[in-house]
């Protein structure tokens, strides 16, 4: 069963929209904007809606291909061959994963925009936290009670940015922080765990706790990067940039105490 949220542009106003955006802030519901019939908005359309209607502030620290922490307000995400052992330039699936777990203060909401969907495959899979954390209670509590008490280091680019933390916590509903390949796993404690819930969450894609998204091309997709793990499916892919993806990554407004 489906948990994500529909809404179309050709029939909603962008204050509907931006409603929808900032009620993720609690939610593990992931959000769709369908174009429809209207034209697809631009990328400085989205981000001026995103800075002036939802109040949020641009989070723009991405890391290039080689690993270099660069500023950039939207990051491409394609099928490039000379780049296709990274999962973001390939055209394979993407396993399960946050895009900033390795940040100790990542930002919270996760914006896509389709420029170019493939003809074939390149769904994105949704894992909201709560379904998670109730399939682990019940089917591996020994692995729960390790996921939410042991903390990982999670890194990437040397030692510029790293998040020491549980790969899920319980506050505020839930939150979860994973990245397989970037978790520091020399502990064998920790690598065993990571090896179990990697196997998990594989075990997990076909469940119906997840479910998958398409979103065609104009179509817009954000969720609270804590709140839900996503992946993506394989898609065809016959020339360099045959599916093409921009994300940018934004934080919530803060509230005073």
């Not at 931006?18 to 019939?37: C, P």
């Not at 290039?64 to 000379?82: A, G, H, R």
């Amino acid at each position: 069963m489906s948990m994500h949220t529909e809404i179309h542009l050709d029939q909603a106003e962008l204050s509907e929209v931006a409603a929808a955006i900032l009620a993720l802030e609690h939610s593990d519901n992931a959000l769709v904007i369908r174009t429809g019939k209207r034209q697809q908005l631009a990328r400085s359309d989205w981000s001026q809606l995103l800075q002036e209607q939802c109040h949020l502030t641009l989070d723009a620290r991405q890391y290039s291909y080689d690993e270099n922490l660069v500023l950039e307000p939207w990051w491409e995400i394609s099928n490039q061959p000379d780049k296709a052992n990274s999962y973001a330039y390939s055209t394979t699936p993407q396993p399960f994963h946050n895009d900033n777990a390795w940040f100790a203060d990542p930002a919270e909401i996760n914006f896509f925009v389709m420029e170019k969907q493939a003809v074939s495959g390149g769904e994105q899979l949704i894992y909201p936290v709560s379904r998670l954390i109730n399939d682990l209670q019940a089917l591996d509590a020994s692995l729960f009670d390790d996921l939410t008490t042991i903390p990982v280091t999670i890194r990437k680019g040397g030692d510029d940015f790293q998040n020491l933390t549980p790969i899920i916590t319980l506050e505020d509903g839930g939150r979860v922080y994973w990245n397989y390949y970037r978790t520091v796993k020399t502990d064998p404690h920790v690598n065993d765990m990571c090896e179990r819930f990697f196997a998990f969450l594989k075990q997990q894609e076909g469940s119906s706790s997840t479910y998958s998204v398409r979103c065609e091309t104009g179509d817009s997709l954000a969720f609270n990067d804590q709140r839900l793990l996503h992946a993506r499916t394989a898609f065809v892919a016959h020339q360099p940039r045959d599916r093409v993806l921009y994300q940018s990554m934004w934080r919530l407004p803060r509230r005073n105490p």
